[in-house]
């Protein structure tokens, strides 16, 4: 009798490691963030003040639920309370000790992004910001098995360093959020309500845009 709750707790301690292991490897949701200007080098050479576009995505084919976004900063170095429609958070004990928060949750894909912007004022000639995006799997993309293990949280940080110049003029293609060959980029909300410019690094390309209202059309 005892050799055989053995057996069986044995064939339960192997599966629930298999499910943990394949939670942690496939559905691992593996965030990434990406920053306008990034391609012009770092530090990413700004305006004295103006709008900064970012945007959050997964290197997953499965859905992943982006829990919620910081962008934290330093007041000496750059105000970015110039931002409407955010919460305002400040951080004890952080390099960065103040921070915008957008806690709305929203689902990404691999070559989706989820946009956001916030707007500052330099107060120094360089200044940091610190990103963080908190994800997990969507839980309806667990198969049996695998989703007696909760859902693994994965948090990505970046910090971006950034350069004000004096009489710089932006460009698209110099300032712009880059978006590759077929993905994605949504913006939702506040976000939602103001221009979005885009440009092609050479040539042409086709560009589909879909507006959905409160109705769904």
Do not use: C
């Not at 330093?74 to 400040?90: A, C, H, I, Q, Y």
């Not at 989703?147 to 990505?156: A, E, F, G």
């Not at 949504?186 to 507006?211: C, D, M, N, P, W």
């Amino acid at each position: 009798m005892l050799n055989i709750i053995s057996l069986v707790g044995g064939i339960i301690a192997i599966v629930t490691f298999g499910a943990y292991l394949a939670s942690w490897i496939l559905y691992a949701p593996r965030p990434s963030l990406r920053v306008g200007g990034e391609q012009s080098g770092s530090p990413i050479p700004v305006a004295l003040s103006g709008r900064v576009y970012f945007a959050v995505s997964a290197e997953s084919n499965h859905r992943v639920e982006l829990l919620e976004v910081w962008v934290s900063f330093n007041p000496d170095e750059v105000d970015l309370f110039k931002t409407s429609s955010v919460e305002r958070r400040g951080l004890v004990g952080d390099t960065f000790p103040h921070a915008l928060y957008f806690p709305e949750k929203r689902i990404v894909t691999r070559g989706n992004w989820q946009g956001n912007f916030f707007d500052y004022e330099a107060k120094q000639n360089e200044f940091k910001v610190k990103f963080i995006a908190s994800t997990e799997i969507e839980t309806t993309e667990l198969p049996f098995l695998i989703n007696v293990i909760p859902p693994r949280k994965v948090r990505i940080e970046k910090i971006v360093r950034f350069k004000a110049v004096n009489d710089f003029t932006p460009t698209i293609q110099s300032s712009g959020l880059l978006l590759r060959p077929k993905e994605q980029l949504h913006l939702e909300g506040r976000q939602s309500q103001e221009a979005v410019y885009a440009a092609t690094s050479e040539g042409t390309t086709t560009l589909k845009v879909f507006e959905i209202t409160k109705e769904g059309k």
